[in-house]
């Protein structure tokens, strides 16, 4: 057994949930192109490819170029490129394999051009909208005009727009996924319809995350879905009600180095192995702690130093130093980003393997 | 130029740090050794210990390896080792360097001593108080005891006893540094008193914080102090007082990738790039946002996702996508660790360093 901590990844709940997507995908008749930010491994995309996936999203350039050294041919990512140098290694790697790029601004597009003519190359671009979530993307009423001047540059080619807005309506985090997922498919396709009318050449029409994605994927019009946390689940979605905490693929695996007092224990993770950006007790979801833990359920992983899991307990709970606790953390994604190597179990085997699109971050 | 975002340190700021509270504990009389976790870079215990630190602290078994590895011979892991595994890999550590241990049960003391035993080694080990933060540590009032029993273990010497409770007070985050830490140097110097009255050969006294360090160590009877933050210092340690913003050596340099509206622009750095462990508004700090935007001082960074900072701007705020913004996270502890790499910059000349102790969790 690995030195804990470490991230465990079942392979079995990994191949369950790969396939229900692909399932649901197919059954509505839309492509199904899985952000790989949630695993950051090539062999896991490649698994997702295998089971219909027409493609991989990602939200660097650097780990686009991981994914395609691996062997991966079909890229999207789903996020604005502004500086020259980064156009410049889009355009290198658009040589290479299938890539598709986000845009959002004239500027970034104009340098995308400019970076694809000096390469010879022409970049496929799709436009990003905002539909509420305020963070990237043009504002929905301004989409047009923007695809206008974008659809009018030279090397580029417009063939799609895309959309974020996770589980939220209006920029507002909620828990009705239906309504917000259908809001969102129904949102860009008839933005796409009104593109297309101005005479733009909008083909893909990108939507949808995992706690969305079933739901926008039923919308006409819909092309395709990105959803990217699916792969391993993990405790925030099954708060929202997207999964069973038994369908969470990846766990920490701690050990209790301290119990001082018997009202609390310590784990040797803290927020170097547990990512703290799904914080507990916040709206809508109101997470009790940064995980759930499989062995104690009632316990709370309260606080946390880098280094140190502070763990509420009942008193009478039997946890004792060297034990071992198994932790669904609140939001697997941003926890994988902090371990250097994954765990895959498959049966009683498991296999180290290194994370190797972690930590990409330009 | 890197693309990206990334982290640069200046490598003036850190030599003035590094100087600084070099003579802070010279003076005091006290011996410095500082806590590795803020750089996780061999290079930079160097310069400490250059600058006459009497050894470094880690937190983690795996972050010795790698500093002893890199030819660093005096370290302390104040963390307490629990498994057999780890006890044999710090035993064998031990055979080629000066190593010391935490501790802080009897049942982790004993696993400790069977793997010194098996490996021909004794053990230094130092004992954790818990003066009132409720992380690991043996409660104060209960440290006599276990003590005497860790003493009486054979192959491991218990030379020493080490605490940490940063800017709190009982427990509760202060302002005050000045007290917690003269408070806490009280605390610890009486206790070894004690334990020396029961015939136990406590030798070093080891506390304070880069926020307490300095007062903690005016206290007679302590003898060294182990701040990790001040290389590099951060905005936690300039709302604090510690230090000003401009001795904060260590900036994520950013670039606006999207201004979809004039009250906000998105950067290419989030929760990735940002450690999200001291949020915003939290007390007693109450920082605004996730850094401080150097450029624009008045600008939030407000949310994030994983790749996007959101950034609430004054709607006259010429930032423009394209530009660069260098922002100076809340914790940089954490933030380092997100980084494989660090831009270390002497005057005009920048070079990219790994940073090869990050991501060591065990």
Known sequence: MPDTPYLLIDLHKTGANIEAMAQTAKACG???????????LPSMAKRQLEAGASGITVAKLSEAEVMAAAGIDDIFIAYPIVTASKAERAAKLSGTIRLIVGADSYEGSLILSEAAGRAGQTLQVRLEIDTGFKRTGVPYEDAVALAQRIHALPHLNLTGIYTFRGASIGGKPTLDLERAGLE????????????????????DVSVGSTPTGAFAARVPGVTEIRPG????????????????LADCAA????????RPSPDYCVVDGGSKTFATDVQPGTE???LQ????????PGAVLERMSEEHGIIRLDPE?????????????????STVNLHNYVYLADGERIEQVPVSARGRLE
């Open 289 to 296: 702690g940064f995980g759930h833990i499989v062995e104690f």
């Open 229 to 244: 946390t699916y792969v391993y689940q993990d405790r925030m979605q099954a708060k929202l009600g997207v999964c069973t």
């Open 184 to 203: 969102e498919g129904e949102l860009m396709v008839k933005l796409a319809e009104r593109l297309r009318a101005e005479g733009l050449p909008i083909v």
């Open 284 to 286: 809508p979801l109101q």
């Open 317 to 333: 709970c039997p946890a004792k130093v060297g034990d071992r606790l198994h932790i669904i953390p609140n939001h697997i994604c």
């Open 30 to 40: 839309v492509k199904l192109r899985p952000h790989a930010k949630t695993h950051k």
């Open 251 to 258: 766990v920490v695996v701690t050990t209790v180095v301290s």
